[in-house]
């Protein structure tokens, strides 16, 4: 069964730094492309950052380059995205995603970011 489960969200000042982790299972995860979307109230659905795992390339929305690093732990099994200067717009809920293939699109649950002085 894959599964896929966030943490590191919380409340954090204008300016600030978080780091949310997604620890995977069920897949090979050394082997795919990993992501981080968020969903706010007012924008919907927004793609913000993937790896693909097995070459650690990488690609960030405009709106998150320089401030955001998505990085894989394969040993671990475990998705990273460490946020830096963070800014009232980055609220939002924050998901992990990967596509299998025929298997279809998996995501976690969710980790609530806030920026808010």
């Known amino acids: 069964e894959v599964q896929l489960v966030e943490s590191g969200g919380g409340l954090v000042q204008p300016g600030g730094s978080l780091r949310l982790s997604c620890a995977a299972s069920?897949?090979?995860?050394?082997?795919?492309?990993m992501s981080w979307v968020r969903r706010t109230p007012g924008k919907g659905l927004e793609w913000v950052s993937s790896?693909?795992?097995?070459?650690?390339?990488?690609y960030y929305a405009d709106s998150v380059k320089g401030r955001f690093t998505i990085s894989a732990d394969n040993a671990n099994n475990t998705l990273y995205l460490q946020m830096n200067s963070l800014k009232s717009e980055d609220t939002a809920v924050y998901y992990c995603?990967?596509?299998?293939?025929?298997?279809?699109?998996?995501w976690g649950q969710g980790t609530q970011v806030t920026v808010s002085s």
């Open positions: 790896i693909v795992t097995y070459i650690s390339a990488t």
């Open positions: 995603a990967t596509r299998l293939g025929p298997a279809g699109d998996y």
């Open positions: 069920g897949f090979t995860f050394s082997s795919s492309t």
